[in-house]
């Protein structure tokens, strides 16, 4: 199974950017596809996830209205467009799959494969 990030750069605080996240080697419908960032000196946390079935998003409550996940099952392809983006958000975003239940769909132990990350800085 391999997940492959792209997208990320430098951008100004306002800005936006477009992530993607390519996967293979996996039933990709069948996995809720997720992303999570790690900032500097800072643990890897939550920032959405696109579920299988019916494709239900959710969103960390400090990205919620700025980011959209979005998914492309013909193209086995999971989206994270980032809107109005502040330095706080710099980090490397990785994405991830898994089959979380929704109690624990924030949670990184819930996610069995992972990409390699794409840096995301935001300039003020």
């Known amino acids: 199974v391999q997940l492959q990030a792209s997208g990320g750069g430098l951008v100004h605080a306002g800005g936006s950017l477009k992530l993607s996240c390519a996967a293979s080697g996996l039933t990709f419908s069948r996995y809720a596809l997720a992303w999570f960032r790690q900032a500097p000196g800072k643990e890897r946390e939550f920032v959405s996830v696109?579920?299988?079935?019916?494709?239900?998003?959710y969103y960390a409550d400090s990205v919620k209205g700025r980011f959209t996940s979005s998914r492309d099952n013909a193209k086995n392809t999971v989206y994270l467009q980032m809107n109005s983006l502040e330095p706080e958000d710099t980090a490397v975003y990785y994405c991830?799959?898994?089959?979380?239940?929704?109690?624990?769909?924030?949670?990184?132990?819930?996610?069995?494969?992972w990409g390699q990350g794409t840096k995301v800085t935001v300039s003020s």
């Open positions: 696109i579920r299988q079935s019916g494709g239900a998003t």
């Open positions: 991830a799959a898994g089959s979380p239940i929704l109690s624990a769909i924030n949670n990184r132990a819930m996610y069995n494969y």
